[in-house]
């Protein structure tokens, strides 16, 4: 009896501490990330959502999302960027990177310093590319976090 | 009351468990989603190489539906999948994309207020889903029982069901199933765009000739977006094909051909009825094609 509650003892001690380990070894928390998005939705419907892990490399990144719209249809736009160990600037373009014609309808770097979440109501466009520029962390290259992006539409 | 030998187990064990621990707490802050929070500084251990350039956000089954329904789709008895009995989807991709048919159907079904078809809906997608590993998505809040208490308010019930995509895209994400979404899109896409076609050809409604022309638009994002997950599984490559078969003969109508531009104007784009023929007969392949399971 006493070896039973002795190993029992020693494995729900170490069952406990490892699964305290991997749920924080990955430090982006999807789920609050995407439930603080939600709330920031206000009266649009849920469309679709892109989580996107961020590297910090030793040079600048420049990763894009690209978004179906459709004609008629408003759309809200929400970035979270609460785990993001360094800022990156979010812009919202007409056209992708590979054109030269693009123009930019939204950027971050009109946004209050500090600000993570960012929440965007587009105007009625044809195309919606979603830009993330990243910047370099030459000291720490290893660096990482994440963001998730939220897309509601009436 | 313990042997010295025992305590030495004890002791061992107590020390590795607390290494675990102070070792988690080094990435160990707790979950942040208030803007005025620290962001948690996370040491990567993947290859830079992992992100995608480019990645793509695909609507949801029920905003194409919705699109859809505002172009004036009325609902037609004998339109939605016939199949019944999911357990004939053996493999992943047909269970994926079933399920996307399925979606497409439900929505349909909810935006046109036909509730017991779409409770029908709801317990095949269920079943798939549990099928798939992810039905517990059904359960969140409650989902499955709040859309039977609603049946018959369409509001609500949409409500219901862009609650469910977002639990399922969380879900999705936190497993590192991303293909699963665009697989089922997919698959949902090419339901609508054929209750969409067949519906046309019995009203030839010019708002939905236009708003059919218009989802082509997105065909190209499908691919690019199921390309982009193609080494997940292998499988996904018959699906490219599949869709990419479809894109050739959008891209070879005479109002695409003689107007590349279409996609990117803010004029509605629309076929003619032989356009509509041609590319129906496609999606019609395809369609059989997937609620077959072949």
Sequence with gaps: MKKIVLLSLIAVTVISAGFTTVQLMDGCDKRALTENCKKKLDDFKYDSQKYSKINYLDHDQKLEIEVPVFIGEKYRMIFNTSYLPKGIVISVYTKSKDSKKREAIYTTKNEAEGTKVYVFDAPHVRNMYVDYDVPTDASNPKLSGCVVFMVGYK | MFSKKNLLIVNTSLLIASALFFASCGHGEAPKTDASTPAAVVK?????????????????????????????????????????????????????????????????????????????????????????????????????????????????????????????????????????????????????????????????????????????????????????????????????????????????????????????????????????????????????????GL
């Design chain 2, 44 to 292: 990567d251990t993947t290859s830079a190489n992992e992100v995608p350039q480019t990645s793509y956000s695909l609507p949801s089954p029920l905003q194409i539906a919705s699109i859809f329904k505002k172009s004036g789709l009325s609902f037609k008895d004998g339109l939605t999948s016939p199949v019944k009995d999911p357990a004939r989807y053996t493999t992943n991709l047909n269970k994926s994309i079933n399920l996307g048919v399925y979606s497409a159907d439900l929505s349909y079904c909810v935006l046109n207020k036909q509730s017991q078809e779409a409770m029908r809906f709801m317990k095949l997608c269920r079943s798939l889903a549990d099928n798939l590993g992810m039905g517990s998505v059904f359960d969140e809040s409650n989902l499955s029982k709040r859309f039977e208490k609603n049946l018959g308010n369409e509001d609500s019930l949409a409500y219901i069901i862009a609650e469910l995509q977002m639990v399922t895209d969380m879900y999705l994400d936190e497993n590192d199933q991303q293909q699963i979404t665009s697989i089922v899109f997919a698959g949902a896409w090419t339901e609508s765009m054929y209750i969409g076609s067949k519906v046309y050809e019995k009203g030839k409604e010019k708002k939905l000739n236009a708003k059919l022309a218009e989802q082509m638009n997105i065909l190209g994002s499908i691919i690019n977006a199921l390309k982009a997950v193609e080494k997940k599984d292998a499988a996904i490559s018959t699906l490219v094909a599949d869709m990419k078969s479809v894109k050739d003969i959008y891209d070879d109508l005479p109002s695409i051909k003689n107007n590349p531009d279409a996609a990117n104007s803010d004029k509605p784009m629309s076929f003619t009825d032989e356009e509509v023929v041609t590319l129906t007969k496609k999606i019609d392949e395809l369609r059989a094609k997937f609620i077959n």
